[in-house]
């Protein structure tokens, strides 16, 4: 038991975003490990309402990525203000033109609509992917709002191909692929003081 608790603790700490991959898919017994941790993630009410949508097709990935990135508008950074140094996003970097950043495969989550934890459900599933990933040696990125990638007529023809129910939008992306070969794993930034309040 103390070996399991050490283990997930060493995930935890260790696990960070990855924008720089390498070209080879991921295999296919760790991509299923990674998508059962996304189906055992906790849901509010038990009612397991976010559907993943696996894609590791490149085009329609890149395709997706671009319509994405040509629909988000970040605040740029600063020198002072920025997402990372290391793995630039596309806040960081405005010649970068894919918001997938060529990840050889990317979930969409897509939560129901009307349903008030929707996007929590989401959020919670893809944290316990991008653990299992982490663990299993493979690179992940949480994408937040993932409605622009469709926000055009192939992202809307690709929503019906995929047969994404009407009641149903995307909430966000989550990136997998090996880390770039050469990469260091990028730094952790300091943690914050004062974040815990004990009343």
């Known amino acids: 038991m103390e070996n399991r608790k050490h283990a997930v603790m060493e995930t935890i700490l260790h696990r960070r975003s990855i924008r720089r991959f390498a070209p080879e898919q991921v295999?296919?017994?760790?991509?299923?490990?990674?998508?059962?941790?996304?189906?055992?993630?906790?849901?509010?009410?038990?009612?397991?309402?976010?559907i993943f949508v696996v894609s590791q097709d490149r085009a329609v990935n890149v395709r997706?990525?671009?319509?994405?990135?040509?629909?988000?508008?970040?605040?740029?950074?600063?020198a002072s203000s920025y997402v990372s140094r290391e793995q630039?996003?596309?806040?960081?970097?405005?010649?970068?033109?894919d918001a997938f950043y060529g990840a050889p495969t990317v979930i969409t989550l897509f939560g129901p609509k009307?349903?008030?934890?929707?996007?929590?459900?989401?959020?919670?599933?893809?944290e316990n992917m991008m653990l299992a990933a982490d663990a299993l040696g493979v690179g992940s990125c949480y994408i937040g709002q993932g409605w622009p990638a469709f926000d055009d007529p192939f992202g809307q023809e690709t929503l019906g191909r995929w047969g994404i129910p009407a009641d149903y939008y995307a909430v966000m992306q989550l990136l997998l692929g090996y880390p770039k070969a050469g990469?260091?794993?990028?730094?952790?930034?300091?943690?914050?003081?004062?974040?815990?309040?004990?009343?």
């Open 27 to 50: 295999r296919e017994e760790e991509l299923q490990q990674i998508l059962q941790a996304g189906l055992y993630a906790p849901s509010a009410g038990g009612r397991q309402g976010p």
């Open 64 to 78: 997706l990525g671009r319509i994405k990135r040509a629909n988000s508008h970040p605040r740029m950074a600063t």
């Open 88 to 97: 630039p996003s596309i806040a960081d970097d405005p010649g970068i033109t």
């Open 114 to 126: 009307n349903f008030l934890f929707a996007a929590e459900d989401c959020a919670v599933a893809a």
């Open 183 to 199: 990469d260091a794993h990028p730094t952790p930034k300091p943690r914050k003081e004062g974040r815990i309040l004990r009343v």
